[in-house]
Structures are given as structure tokens and as C-alpha cells.
């Protein structure tokens, strides 16, 4: 499946935003998604997971209560919305696509570019 990142962009600290994911599939609701970030000069690192139905979430405790993941299966899209910005949630975030909902990089088969999130203080 392909997976293409948008929303990103710079915003102060308290601020928020709303990623999207575009899934080019025609069974995107046999796939479940999640959303992981890269800090610079970090490793990748887990923030939000969703099952395929919607009616399962998981969030990295760092971002729990701040960001919020969601699907809509009619339009093949996923998002994460993100408020209470902080700037330690600067960095590349990507979408990815699994057949199990998980919190490790090595669980999602597809990935997209990324998109660019940068909180100022």
C-alpha cells in the first residue's frame, strides 16, 4: 500500500495540528496504521496506532491526552490530530500500514515520505 503524508509545518508551542495520511489501497480497512516520528539526530520512536475498525486506539505515553488518531474508511485516510504542541514533538512524523497493530517500526510493512513537524518554543 502507499501511503502519502501531508499537514506538516511549523507552529508555536501550544499550538496544533492535524496530519493527514492518503492511502492508495483497495482494502484499506484490512490494514491497521500508525503513526511514528523521528526527532533530529533520533531514532524513529512509536506516537499513535488505530486498528482497522477505528474502535481501537494506542498512544506513546508522551503524546497521550494531547494527540488524538483516527481513520475514515469511506476515504481511505488516516490523521493525528495534534494539540498542546510542544517543541520535544519536533520531527519527520510518517504514516504506516500494517496487518497487526503495533508499536515497533519492525511491525509496519509500509511507509510513507514523511511530513516535517517543527514546534518553536
Known amino acids: 500500500v502507499q501511503l502519502v503524508e501531508s499537514g506538516g509545518g511549523l507552529v508555536q508551542a501550544g499550538g496544533s495540528l492535524r496530519l493527514s495520511c492518503a492511502a492508495s489501497?483497495?482494502?484499506?480497512?484490512?490494514?491497521?496504521f500508525g503513526w511514528f516520528r523521528q526527532p533530529p539526530g533520533k531514532e524513529r520512536e512509536f506516537v499513535a496506532a488505530?486498528?482497522?475498525?477505528?474502535?481501537?486506539?494506542y498512544y506513546a505515553d508522551s503524546v497521550k491526552g494531547r494527540f488524538t488518531i483516527s481513520r475514515d474508511n469511506r476515504r481511505y485516510m488516516v490523521y493525528l490530530e495534534m494539540d498542546r504542541l510542544k517543541p520535544e514533538d519536533t520531527g519527520v512524523y510518517y504514516c504506516?500500514?500494517?496487518?497487526?497493530?503495533?508499536?515497533?517500526?519492525?511491525?509496519?510493512?509500509?511507509w510513507g515520505q514523511g511530513t516535517q513537524v517543527t514546534v518553536s518554543s
Open positions: 504506516a500500514a500494517s496487518t497487526g497493530m503495533g508499536i515497533t517500526t519492525r511491525e509496519y510493512n509500509s
Open positions: 489501497t483497495q482494502t484499506f480497512d484490512s490494514y491497521d
Open positions: 488505530i486498528n482497522w475498525s477505528g474502535g481501537s486506539t
